[in-house]
């Protein structure tokens, strides 16, 4: 049995990708998100920015005027011990501190000493230069001014906190934080509107090329709002056109080539029914010729009234005859003389009754049963089944129908791997085929599986819709 093919790139490890729509909505949740934190950490930037400047042009003003104030009050016989009262009176900032150098001694900060300075300031003053910067102290950013008392051997230093702003900052990430959760979100469901708006032609187009291959054929895209898309609309109308084109000139070919056919078809069999009438005055190598011919022209006979039947439905003119058909009945009419074939009828079928064409479903049966006959040496078990929808099922015990077959054997003249293994007495490749087109004239479809039990053998289904219970009548002898 052949391998089946993949993909190669759908493989089994690889997932499937996303929808176009999803992409689009994805992209622009992306977006959104790229955007706000841009606009985020720009915000965080410039704030932190403007605050500590702030911060440090208030620091800087009140520490040249406190330093100022300061070496005013200051005599060549001030101490250290004089300094406490007239710091006192210099100008405070909140989270402010002053640590003041006179001579050889400090005067230290409430919570902070001279150790704690920062050591390139403390140089620069050293230097007798005057130095702003920004920097931790004691493990949290503080701005540190310095200013040399020029008139003294003395310096000035201000340490203020920058606590505030960084709880100012951290309150303004959350808000930045949230700002963009609800960004992204807005941005997703801006793109799953945008997608939806954009891939509804699309969808259009899908829905128009559904119904056409569904056989549809003048289903047709109606104007856009679009100028482009409507030389979309225009291009698929003109596809759509010169495809029906197409397929009804094939259909009508078809249905021409064999009513043309007819005629001579039916010279050949009247001549042959003469041959035949006079088989015993044949020798046995004409018996046999004439044996082969019969075989050749019932089987030419078949394919040409299946072709008739099939450029029916390529060109829409089939239609249903219906008549109310009691299942359990028509079936046991279909095995009936047939030797070797189970009936297999639930206590629920008996009296079921439904509206379909006799003449079509027989003939469904008929193309199973022969199909099972020619390839699966005879069908052994024919069963209804009644749930959702009626299924009736013919099984055999042949070799059964691979898996990569399941689906092309319903097509036009396919007979799969089990079409080598035909005889003299080998079908024409239509039957199934038209299994599938009566079945969907009922609305139903076929289908082909493995037997239930297990079992070598192939099981081919038809799935009709079920009636409404006001549909069926009770077995009442008829």
């Known amino acids: 049995m052949p391998e089946p093919t993949t993909d190669p790139g759908r493989g089994a490890d690889h997932p499937p990708s996303l929808g176009l729509g999803t992409r689009i909505a994805v992209l622009f949740a992306v977006g959104g998100l790229l955007v706000s934190l841009g606009i985020a950490g720009a915000t965080m ?5 403007q605050l500590v400047e702030a911060r440090e042009q208030t620091a800087t003003v009140v520490a040249v005027s406190n330093a100022t104030r300061l070496s005013n009050q200051l005599t060549p016989e001030s101490t250290i011990e004089d300094l406490p009262t007239v710091v006192d009176s210099l100008t405070k900032v909140e989270g402010g501190q002053r640590i003041i150098r006179l001579g050889d001694d400090w005067l230290p900060a409430p919570e902070l000493d001279h150790d704690d300075l920062p050591p390139d300031l403390v140089a620069r003053l050293d230097a007798r230069l005057g130095g702003r910067l920004v920097t931790e102290v004691r493990g949290a950013p503080h701005v540190v001014v310095g200013i040399p008392l020029s008139a003294f051997d003395a310096d000035y230093y201000a340490v203020v906190d920058l606590a505030g702003i960084t709880h100012t900052l951290d309150n303004l990430q959350y808000v930045l934080l949230g700002a963009g959760a609800a960004t992204t979100v807005l941005a997703a469901l801006l793109g799953s509107w945008a997608s939806r708006r954009t891939l509804r032609p699309l969808r259009r187009v899908r829905g128009a090329a559904e119904a056409i291959a569904g056989g549809r054929l003048d289903t047709r895209l109606g104007p856009q709002s679009d100028p482009d898309l409507d030389r979309l609309s225009d291009s698929f109308n003109e596809m759509a056109r010169a495809l029906e084109a197409r397929i009804h000139r094939d259909a009508r070919f078809a249905s021409d080539v064999s009513h043309e056919l007819r005629s001579p078809l039916t010279t050949l069999m009247a001549g042959v029914g003469v041959l ?15 044996d082969l011919l019969v075989q050749d022209l019932e089987r030419f006979n078949r394919l040409v009234n299946e072709l008739l039947e099939i450029s029916g439905y390529d060109a829409g003119v089939a239609d249903l005859d219906l008549t109310e058909v009691n299942v359990a009945q028509f079936l046991s009419a279909t095995v009936a003389g047939m030797d070797g074939i189970r009936l297999d009828l639930p206590r629920d079928g008996h009296g079921l009754v439904i509206e379909a064409d006799k003449r079509r479903l027989a003939r469904v049966m008929a ?5 099972a006959r020619r390839y699966g040496g005879g069908a052994t078990t024919v069963s209804l089944e009644c749930g959702e929808e009626l299924v ?4 055999d015990d042949g070799p059964g129908v691979p898996d990569t077959e399941r689906t092309a054997i319903f097509d036009r003249f396919s007979r799969g791997s089990a079409g080598g293994r035909r005889g003299a007495d080998g079908g024409t490749g239509l039957g199934l085929s038209l299994v ?3 079945l969907r004239l009922h609305g139903g479809r076929a289908a082909v599986e493995d037997r239930p039990d297990g079992r070598p053998g192939a099981r081919f289904t038809l799935r009709l819709p079920r009636p409404t219970p006001h549909d069926t009548t009770e077995d009442d002898g008829r």
């Open 45 to 49: 930037a410039l704030t932190r920015r």
């Open 276 to 290: 035949e009438a006079r088989r015993d005055e044949l020798s046995d190598r004409s018996q046999t010729a004439l």
């Open 367 to 371: 193309n199973l049963l022969d199909n």
């Open 392 to 395: 009736i099922a013919v099984e």
């Open 436 to 438: 599938v087109e009566d």
